[in-house]
């Protein structure tokens, strides 16, 4: 089975927007894992794309854009630690808590549902090879 994950550390957040009850944690520049079935190998992508969360709150205001050092991504009763699967869409429990590189501020968001929506086409960055 082909699989995609956001690998946070290092990922881009621009902004995050809150709307309403709505909050939005928009990413320029996402860095994406592939892995094909069958091979060893792995391939690096960067997109553009938003993580949604309804019926939210943002426990903290952050200065932005930053670099995200890494975090958790929950939904129910999985954590995604480091990364989002991509596609991502639940509702239930939901959250997030992502750490900024160089700083101690943190993206803490509480919620009912979670929703990763991805803008463009992904770009390609390289090949991974295992050693």
Known sequence: MDSSSI??????????QVIGDMVKIYFSKAYIIKTMTGSVEKTRWYQAGFLIFEQAELENEVTLPAVCDGG??????YTYRDMIPVPLE??????????????????IVRARSVK????????????IRPD
């Open 7 to 16: 690998q946070l550390k290092d990922s881009e957040i621009d902004k995050v």
């Open 90 to 107: 639940s509702r239930g429990v939901a959250g997030c808590d992502l750490k900024l590189q160089g700083t101690d501020e943190r993206i």
């Open 116 to 127: 990763l929506q991805m803008l463009e086409v992904p770009k390609y960055i390289e090949h």
């Open 72 to 77: 958790d991504v929950s939904e129910n009763i």
